[in-house]
T-cell receptor, first 113, second 114 residues
Framework: DSGVTQTPKHLITATGQRVTLRCSPR?????VYWYQQSLDQGLQFLIH???????AKGNILERFSAQQFPDLHSELNLSSLELGDSALYFC????????????FGEGSRLTVL | AQSVTQPDIHITVSEGASLELRCNYS??????LFWYVQSPGQGLQLLLK??????LVQGIKGFEAEFKRSQSSFNLRKPSVHWSDAAEYFC????????????FGTGTLLAVQP
């Protein structure tokens, strides 16, 4: 158990819909990262938040947004969903920002029909 | 741009045999290098990391990796594979600084034969 909690574990929705994925980092970790894992793209970095502020942005679509709240949990919002958004979305947290030591949750599997 | 190449998509080894998973990176300076493992239905777990110093690093579960600057490689090894090692292995690179943004390779899926 990494200590990172993601909900929901599975989500099935229709094209055009909007979903919110939630992540609770390990106790004390200020950084939260979101990654997308799909068969065709592999593991892609989406975004990094540190103590409520966006620190780095990767290949995140404009239809996607994220935020980190004062209690340090984070939410990834996916809107106007397309079939290609079906993927496993991982949240990770870390205590530091420059060592690459991430602790990953078990992921939220999104299926868009 | 940074990139990571894992040339082997799928590897099968017999239980008790030795293992080497290949990883090559492309980065201008000395990178931070990592190996993560993903068991079925699980998130990724850090096996080991290289930042600087001794080029042979030890990790968890009996794994080790060697950084070779001249070959831009960071291969993962284990002398004797156990059935529980069957998983997908990802090599990753980061450049530190203000973010832990990791660039992952495409992964190598390891199957272990009894």
């Amino acid at each position: 158990d990494s200590g990172v909690t993601q909900t929901p574990k599975h989500l099935i929705t229709a094209t055009g819909q909007r979903v919110t994925l939630r992540c609770s980092p390990r106790s004390g970790d200020l950084s939260v990262y979101w990654y997308q894992q799909s068969l065709d793209q592999g593991l892609q970095f989406l975004i990094h938040y540190y103590n409520g502020e966006e620190r780095a942005k990767g290949n995140i679509l404009e239809r996607f947004s994220a935020q980190q709240f004062p209690d340090l949990h984070s939410e990834l919002n996916l809107s106007s969903l397309e079939l290609g958004d079906s993927a496993l979305y991982f949240c990770a947290s870390s205590a530091t920002v420059n060592t690459g030591e991430l602790f990953f949750g078990e992921g939220s599997r999104l299926t868009v029909l | 741009a940074q990139s990571v190449t894992q040339p082997d998509i799928h590897i099968t080894v017999s239980e008790g045999a030795s293992l080497e998973l290949r990883c090559n990176y492309s980065y201008g300076a000395t990178p931070y290098l990592f190996w993560y493992v993903q068991s079925p239905g699980q998130g990724l777990q850090l096996l080991l990391k290289y930042f600087s110093g001794d080029t042979l690093v030890q990790g968890i579960k009996g794994f080790e990796a060697e950084f070779k600057r001249s070959q831009s490689s960071f291969n993962l090894r284990k002398p004797s594979v156990h059935w529980s090692d069957a998983a997908e292995y990802f090599c990753a690179v980061a450049h530190g600084g203000a973010t832990n943004k990791l660039i992952f390779g495409t992964g190598t899926l390891l199957a272990v034969q009894p």
